[in-house]
């Protein structure tokens, strides 16, 4: 697709806002970020959450800033966000103000003036249970729904699911922390080096590679600090290709980036500390470039996403064949993100990739 389509259909939503001069707020449409959250991944949510920020139109939008502490109480940071305001902004984002009872605080804002962006990553924000809480107060929000989020998070039930579909994976095995002692290394029946993580987690917090099937036990063991399932998968030796999705109608899928991770595998350090080499485009001829956009499509449509989306693949250039690997409903929006970056190669910058999601918001509310 070509990129200057896709732009197009950003600016078309884009131009239904409301056109205000500065500092008139009165047909703004009401924003609530929240960020932070009871999660290992609190910090990353905090960082994007201060890019995103600082992208709002506050022409168009009034932003209202939610913190979430890592016990899950809610804060009300308060701060005027003005133009000037907002271009201060230059650390993650704070856990400070006013602590807020949260059914007393949605319960004020008019849900049909009100959008807001769960700018949160990993469990109680990304998997469906911030989801399902907006939609108790009939909320419009940016992302996927209940459903899709906790398909998306838990990675055996979206495997499982995707594997009902015939989709191509690694091939993988799922373990209860229960299991663990009676486990040895001959009990997983996959070949090769391994790959261990946290059935619910992001950001690689977890994960392990295992080349000696005799030391198993040690990263089941930190996996299960994060999770009660575990998920073992056998190391591909492939290309890894990242796809991002901004759904319009139909969703749209962006030019293929490729990641070579600076260790062993694309770790947190690689994501967050920029490790990684990335290249965007991806070095890919264009029937691959068409395929993978194509199945990263599907396998959004399959598990039922909206609005956003990163698919993540292995690509095993002598097989021609490609393994989808992880599906993440809220990616990350730091300046070193995929997701933005994707976009940006693809012909939306940043600015216009966030302003479009807070767009038009109440024409999407509960398609998923």
Not at 64 to 71: E, N
Not at 151 to 163: A, S, T
Not at 232 to 260: C, F, H, Q, W, Y
């Amino acid at each position: 697709m070509a990129s200057d389509h896709i732009f197009s259909f950003v600016r078309k939503r884009y131009a239904k806002g409301v056109s205000l001069t500065d500092g008139d707020t009165k047909e703004r449409l009401e924003v609530v970020i929240l960020y932070g959250g009871n999660s290992p991944e609190h910090e990353v949510s905090r960082t994007s959450s201060l890019h995103v920020v600082k992208s709002i139109d506050l022409k168009r939008f009034k932003t209202h800033l939610i913190a979430i502490d890592k016990s899950g109480f809610w804060y009300e940071f308060k701060r005027d966000l003005s133009t000037q305001e907002q271009s201060r902004l230059d650390e993650p984002l704070p856990i400070e103000g006013p602590r807020i009872n949260p059914v007393e605080y949605l319960s004020a804002f008019n849900p049909t003036e009100l959008i807001v962006f769960p700018i949160l990553h990993g469990p109680n924000g990304e998997d469906g249970t911030m989801q399902g809480f907006l939609e108790l107060f009939n909320i419009a929000y940016v992302g996927s729904g209940v459903l899709s989020s906790a398909l998306c998070m838990d990675k055996i039930k979206c495997k499982e699911l995707l594997n009902a579909h015939n989709v191509p994976q690694t091939k993988w095995v799922g373990v209860h922390k229960s299991s663990i002692v009676d486990l040895n290394e001959h009990s997983i029946n996959l070949d090769g080096d391994l790959f261990v993580k946290p059935a619910n987690m992001g950001s690689s917090i977890g994960i392990s590679k295992v080349t000696d099937r005799k030391n198993l036990t040690t990263p089941l063991l930190e996996a299960a600090k994060y999770d009660d399932w575990i998920i073992v998968e056998e190391a591909v030796n492939g290309r890894e290709i990242e796809v991002a999705i901004l759904e319009d109608e139909e969703p749209k899928a962006s030019v293929p980036g490729e990641i070579t991770p600076g260790a062993d595998f694309y770790d947190y350090e690689d994501k967050y500390d920029d490790g990684a080499t990335l290249r965007i485009p991806a070095p890919l001829a264009d029937d691959e470039i068409l395929e993978v956009q194509n199945l990263a499509i599907k396998v959004f449509k399959l598990l039922n996403c909206r609005d956003l989306a990163r698919i993540d693949f292995f690509y095993k250039e002598s097989e021609k064949k490609w393994l989808v690997n992880e599906i993440n409903t809220m990616p990350g929006f730091t300046p070193i993100s995929m997701y933005p970056k994707l976009w940006s190669a693809t012909g939306i910058p940043y600015n216009e990739l966030v302003n479009y999601l807070l767009s038009d918001p109440h024409q999407r509310r509960f398609k998923g």
